[in-house]
């Protein structure tokens, strides 16, 4: 029953689910099989180099420099654009989101201050960007050869306003997400040109994927703090952090623990990035989340009402199981319990 339950608001909130022209999301021809158990946080099945397995399990994060090309990227970005100035059809699962204290603004015509567009499951020409048989073969070395793709953003991080608003408080993905084990989920980052300091990389703290989920909130900023852009409460910036500046093309691949944020853009163009969580198709969902999701749970509800609502449906419960299955596509292999 509860299955059955699931599905169906499941087709509730996917709307009418698509697919890449041409490429098979379960196509393995690029992919090598997994054939050897978990170490801890990475699979021995040949991919990474003894060197680089050993650094994502100390660190919780690997850079790949140069993995996705200049062309495909550029193909993203146009996408983006037209979904921006309304010149391509919008799914209802889609999500623009913009930037609290700019909102009324527009730094470039038709992007209009959006800092980022979730869920573009439904979205073709982007979620090709999950399906790129160069990126699929590293996600595998840390889900296995059945891939679910969980979570997808493109994030279009604006020039500051003078609020800092366009910083994203340090972080644990997890918080946010009622699947696991976490050992099993890995997000693919990808610079759509370059990133640095000045226009505010990505900054982890190495090795805090070996903690746990931490209490989180919204930060008491005084230029506001963006929807949905909760920080660890209690953070102390003396713990030691590592910015990431990379190249366009170079990917990071990360754990869901790993402590991660990203600073202030003091530039006056948008910085872009390309990312999706991935998950073994053969995790689970969790029935009783952690009770440090509990705020984010109740915030992710009321997000998946109002899209709901807007189709003239109003379940008398939702739960963050129901909002990710909803999310959750076949990118390769075989389906399991997460399907």
Not at 75 to 86: A, D, M, P
């Amino acid at each position: 029953m509860a299955d059955e339950r699931l599905k169906v608001l499941s087709q509730h909130l996917r709307g009418a689910a698509t697919q890449y022209p041409g490429i098979s999301p379960c196509d393995t021809s690029a992919v090598a099989v997994a054939a050897h158990p978990a170490i801890n946080y990475t699979l021995n099945n040949g991919v990474l180099t003894p060197e680089q397995a050993d650094f994502y399990e100390k660190n919780g994060y690997l850079v790949i420099e140069k993995l996705v090309s200049p062309e495909k990227l550029e193909k993203y970005r146009e996408c983006f654009e037209l979904l921006c100035k309304g010149e391509m059809p919008k799914p209802p699962t889609l999500t623009i989101m913009r930037d609290v204290a700019i909102a009324k603004a527009e730094f470039v015509p038709g992007q209009k201050a959006v800092t980022k567009i979730q869920n573009f499951q439904d979205v073709p020409e982007m979620m090709h960007y999950c399906r790129l048989p160069e990126l699929l073969k590293y996600v595998e070395a840390f889900t296995g050869p059945n891939i679910m793709a969980m979570h997808t953003m493109l994030i279009n991080k604006p020039p500051d306003p003078g609020t800092k608003s366009s910083r994203h408080p340090m972080h644990q993905d997890l918080y946010y997400f009622p699947f696991r084990p976490a050992e099993r989920v890995v997000c693919s980052w990808t610079a759509m040109e370059k990133v640095h300091r000045q226009n505010g990389c990505l900054v982890v703290i190495p090795g805090s994927h070996k903690g746990k989920i931490l209490p989180h909130g919204y930060p008491q900023w005084e230029g506001g703090v963006n929807k949905l852009y909760h920080g660890i409460l209690d953070y102390s910036p003396d713990k030691p952090r590592l910015h990431l500046e990379m190249e366009t093309g170079d990917t990071v691949f990360f754990h869901p623990l790993l402590i991660h944020g990203s600073g202030t853009n003091r530039t006056t163009g948008f910085r872009k990035s390309i990312s999706c969580h991935f998950a073994s198709a053969d995790c689970y969902y969790m029935d009783k989340i952690e009770d440090v999701q509990n705020s984010a749970e109740s915030e992710l509800e009321e997000m998946a009402r109002m899209t709901l609502k807007k189709r003239g449906i109003d379940p008398p419960t939702l739960s963050m199981k129901d909002i990710w299955y909803s999310k959750a596509r076949l990118v390769h292999g075989q389906p399991g319990t997460m399907c």
